[in-house]
């Protein structure tokens, strides 16, 4: 089985920091790509970025320069570096990944979704 988790979500004042993290756990082969999304309440859900399998990197528009999305292979982990946040970031971020896992029969491609964490920006 897999499951996919989010961290690092928290309350943080205008312009500051904070890193999340996506880890896939169980039976997990590699990530071939991920990608974070955020949602507010009354609001759709948004791209924030995407990395991936050939490592080029995507951001929404409203990111303008202050997210990183990066990843360590080794432990299937996707992290979002979100840096000058702003009140308008608040949201729910949630991460979706595609990935091959193990099977009893070999291996197969997924994709799964994490169950998001919040992340709030206020003063």
């Known amino acids: 089985q897999v499951q996919v988790v989010e961290s690092g979500g928290g309350l943080v004042q205008p312009g500051g920091s904070l890193r999340l993290s996506c880890t896939a756990t169980g039976s997990v082969r590699l990530i071939y790509g991920a990608g974070w999304y955020r949602q507010a309440p009354g609001k759709q859900r948004e791209r924030v970025a995407e990395v991936r399998s050939d490592g080029t990197t995507d951001y929404g528009a409203f990111v303008e320069g202050r997210f990183t999305i990066s990843r360590d292979d080794a432990k299937n982990t996707v992290y979002l570096q979100m840096n000058n946040l702003k009140p308008e970031d608040t949201a729910v971020y949630s991460c979706?990944?595609?990935?091959?896992?193990?099977?009893?029969?070999?291996?197969?491609?997924?994709?799964?979704w994490g169950q998001g964490t919040q992340v709030t920006v206020s003063s």
């Open positions: 979706n990944v595609d990935l091959s896992q193990t099977t009893s029969w070999g291996w197969a491609s997924r994709n799964y």
